[in-house]
């Protein structure tokens, strides 16, 4: 579990805020929630590229409108 944790803290995010405003979000606590969400299905397994996180992001934000 430690080392779990280290390794969740040195490594770079898939996506940014600033990916996140590129793609409409507008700026706010949503972008951080977002964000979570991605870290979260990369820490599961689900998403392993910054590719595969923006267009899960895409979905999310299709989904909400």
Not at 29 to 39: K, M, N, S
């Amino acid at each position: 579990v430690e080392r779990f944790e280290i390794e969740r803290q040195v490594r770079e995010p898939l996506v940014r805020g600033s990916d996140l405003l590129s793609l409409g979000v507008a700026p706010g606590p949503q972008i951080g929630a977002l964000i979570d969400r991605v870290e979260a299905r990369r820490d599961d397994g689900e998403l392993e590229t910054r590719d595969a996180a923006l267009e899960w992001v895409r979905l999310q934000l299709d989904r909400d409108d």
